[in-house]
C-alpha cells in the first residue's frame, strides 16, 4: 500500500495501522509511505490534495473457504537493471464452512508478461500447516520475483478436514504490476 499527500506548506498526517508520522512537504513534492515503513519524497506533477493507491486485492470462495490476497510492489528489493522486480502478496484464508479441516500443501503457477509460466509446489506455506476451525482464519505474506513489469499468479491449497477427506480450495487469479510513479525511477 502506498499512501501519499501532495505538498503543502503545513503539516501532514499519513498513517498506516498504527504507524503514523507527520511532515512538511514542499510544493510539487509528495511522500509516499511503503511497505518498507519508510518515508520517501519523490516530484509530483499534479495538484491533488491526496493521493492514495491501494493495494491489489483479490478473493474467492470455494469449498466453504474463503482466500483474499492482497499485492504489493516491493520497490527497495527490486533491482530493474538486472529485471529483478519483488512483489509481496499477503494471502487470508478463512474457514467459512462448520468442519474443521487442515492446509496440506500449495501450488502455484506464475505466469510473467512474456507468458513464462512456472510452477512451485511444496508443504505447508511459509514452513507451516494451518489448521482452520469454523470461522478461524490463517494469514501470511510471501514474495514472488519476476523479471517483468507485470505478472500474474494463481493455484490452489492441498486440504483435509477433520473426517479424514482431501478437497482443494483454488485461489483466484491475483496480478502483479510495478506502479506507475516507480516506472518512472527505473
Not at 504507524?19 to 513534492?29: E, R, V
Not at 499477503?90 to 496440506?104: K, W, Y
Amino acid at each position: 500500500m502506498i499512501l501519499a499527500v501532495s505538498g503543502t506548506s503545513a503539516p501532514t498526517s499519513l498513517s498506516r495501522r498504527t504507524i503514523a508520522s507527520s511532515l512538511y512537504l514542499l510544493p510539487g513534492q509528495f511522500a509516499a509511505f511503503r511497505p518498507s515503513l519508510a518515508f520517501q519524497i519523490f516530484p509530483y506533477s499534479t495538484n491533488c490534495d491526496i493521493l492514495l493507491l491501494m493495494d491489489e486485492k483479490f478473493i474467492s470462495e470455494n469449498n466453504n473457504f474463503r482466500i483474499k490476497i492482497v499485492t504489493d510492489f516491493d520497490f527497495d528489493q527490486s533491482n530493474p537493471l538486472n529485471f529483478q522486480y519483488l512483489f509481496r502478496y499477503t494471502i487470508t484464508i478463512t474457514n467459512i464452512g462448520d468442519v474443521s479441516a487442515q492446509l496440506l500443501s500449495r501450488k502455484w503457477n506464475i505466469k510473467d508478461a512474456k507468458g513464462a509460466v512456472n510452477l512451485v509446489e511444496g508443504p505447508g506455506v511459509i514452513g507451516q500447516q494451518p489448521h482452520f476451525g469454523p470461522g478461524e482464519s490463517f494469514e501470511y505474506s510471501s514474495f514472488c520475483p519476476l523479471p517483468t513489469l507485470t505478472g500474474e499468479m494463481w493455484g490452489h491449497f492441498n486440504m483435509i478436514n477433520k473426517y479424514g477427506q482431501s478437497f482443494k480450495i483454488d485461489t483466484p487469479l491475483f496480478k502483479f504490476q510495478v506502479p506507475r510513479e516507480f516506472i518512472d525511477h527505473y
